[in-house]
């Protein structure tokens, strides 16, 4: 499409009750992002209420309609992607409008590939929409649904604002509460006062869960009604009811109360257990019907695991062990999930695989027959296995001919795991039983007895490939190191969901490649620097850390190395900037490395921790040259074995990203205000 453009998505398809909206972008830095958010409109094209304001603090609506589904890698950058159950969005709605906001001093015009796409609820990409002339504004509008006579369609705006997100959702109506002067009380009281803020000013739009202080603390599963509409005019509603475009702070779920139990062998009851699990079709029956009972359950989790492939928001009810006629011999799938909205069904058909077992492609081959002939519209793959952009985990044959379109979908076990994580430890769920439903699908999920830890397995190519670079042996094109770099890129995408869940944040794997590069071309030439280097590399981007975390395995060597970069400040002395990073790192390990990085060829001086704590002025250089900031880095030895098991390597990458945010970077995301480095925000503590 082009700028101006309009289209109705019936035309596109007959599958459009229920839609994705993805706005996608790159950075060459990798370090570039945006947000996403929608309003919805009505005829004088203002929201209804502040409720109409989808974003970070309001990522779902509490009929359905919107659902903000998060960041998913894709390319060489992220997309964003919004679920839109276009039946249940309010008749006096008229316009939906979809746009993203970049901040502290972020401007779009930075970004490459901005792109707006839309997908009907098979995952059939309907149209495309690219932005080559953002320019310098912190604001944009990708694009608008509206009703013209019944029918959705989809316009693409590309209009920029330069107000960023608090001035375009007030020029839609938005009371939007004035996050500046929260800014200038957190330059003046530094970044205990920051928190202190944030706790006096809650979080979100109203009926958000407590973020902080004694209420947040007393209540570790807080309920989250549906947001405040108009007409709710009780004093107390009326003082909190402005949106906040602060990001929220997050607090975690207080740690459990001491045990009644007299001693360690004494075994919580569990509404799941695990101990009578002897096989692995044990695993996958129980593992497929603990999983599906509590989506139905639980509307939120049933919502966010199913929006993103075109279900839409109504009543779900879930089956297991049901027979389908299929040729001269019935066909069982795993699981069937079935959600009804205003008389009408979508039904998808679910496929299990625990324990590290292989989908097989004739199994999945017949269920999206079956699901073809039927209606049905999605079959869902379940398993160990993470998916990897353009690369199928099974070939199937899809008979375009067919007037029905069957979406095939991939889910991992870590990705459910994830789902439930961020849900009860950042957004909040509808009621303390649900929340406790979720803790209860967690521990199932994660003992080791249940066979759904996620990718767990690098390969049969990992010892091979070992072996041929220690004896340099491996040549490029050996199609065994192609075969490891796609095991390590699934491994950090699951390292990132396992962050990301326990952290409560965005934590996404960077991509550093040419604008329209093919994923597969990309993973060839990680697969001959792989055969000339030796080495595997990967960089995730952390919401809230001040830069890139790297993480690097060095197959000769046997060593994992994980580093982050933080800028120099632009004002004061470097020996007070060396000062002050040594004494934020007070409680960081002795052994982590700090370099100094200097703007000429000849590199600046290194040490440890341990040996800079006395005397930080050995991190300025000699010859006076110009800091441009801080290496922090850590080594740690990799594991051996090609599993996840203790001595595995999946293990250890697992564990070396974990300890370095653990006790690195964590220090580092407590000092930066909104508009201030690490360094510079210890000025004001």
Known sequence: MVKGANVGLAALSENVDAVIVSLGWASSTGEGDADVSVLLLDGNGKVRSDADFYFYNNPVAADGSVQLL???PAGEGSEDRIGFDLTAIPADVERVVVAASRYEGARFGELEDLRVTLADGAGEDLL????????????????????????????????????????????????????????????????????????????GLPGAAPVAGEAAQETALPAVPAPRRA?????????????????????????????????????????????????????????TSVLLSVMAQVPEFGRRLTAAFGAPAGRMETFTEVSLPHGETPRRPDGVIRVERAGKLWTALVETKTNGNALKSEQVQAYMDIAARRGYEAVITLSNDVALEGSPLVDVKIDRRRKHKVALRHLS????????????RHEGVGNSAHAWLLQELLHYLQHENSGCHGFQNMG??????????????????????????ESWERLIRQVCLGLGGDLGQKVLPVQRARRGTDPAARRARMADQLCAEGRLQAELRIDGAPGVLAVGADLRTGKLRTSIEI???????????????????????????????????????????????????????????KITGFRLTLFKGMGNGRGSAESGFIRSVDDAVRRFHGTVVVHLERTASPRSSPMEATAAG
Not at 413 to 424: C, D, G
Request: proline fraction near 6%; charged fraction near 30%; charge should be negative.
């Open 413 to 424: 076990w870590a990705e459910v795991a994830h789902q439930a994580q961020m849900l009860i």
């Open 128 to 203: 495309r929409f690219s932005i080559d002339d953002a320019g310098s504004v912190s604001a944009f509008i990708f694009g608008e649904l509206y009703r013209r006579a019944d029918e959705w369609k989809f316009r693409a705006v590309g209009q920029g604002y330069d107000t960023g997100l608090a001035g375009l959702a007030t020029d839609f109506g938005v009371d939007i509460q004035d996050d500046a002067a929260e800014d200038e009380a957190i330059e003046d009281a530094g970044a205990d006062g920051a928190e202190r803020a944030d706790e006096s000013q809650g979080a």
């Open 460 to 485: 049969a190519a990992w010892v091979p490939v070992r072996k041929g670079i220690d004896d340099e042996t491996l040549c490029q094109g050996d199609p065994r190191a192609l075969e490891v770099v």
């Open 231 to 287: 007409g709710d005019d009780t004093e107390a509603g009326k003082a909190t009811s402005r949106p906040r475009t602060a990001k929220r702070k997050v607090t975690l779920p207080k740690t459990v109360k001491k045990s009644l139990a007299e001693n360690e062998s004494w075994k919580q009851a569990r509404l799941f257990p695990v101990s009578a699990l002897k096989s692995d079709r044990d695993r996958e029956t129980r593992a």
């Open 70 to 72: 998060g960041k998913v």
């Open 567 to 625: 800028p120099a400040p632009v004002q004061g002395y470097p020996l007070t900037w060396a000062k002050r990073l040594v004494r934020r790192l007070a409680e960081a390990p002795a052994d982590l490395h700090v370099e100094t990085l200097v703007d000429d060829e000849t590199g600046g001086p290194r040490g440890t921790l341990e040996r800079l704590r006395p005397e930080p002025a050995d991190l300025l250089p000699k010859n006076g040259g």
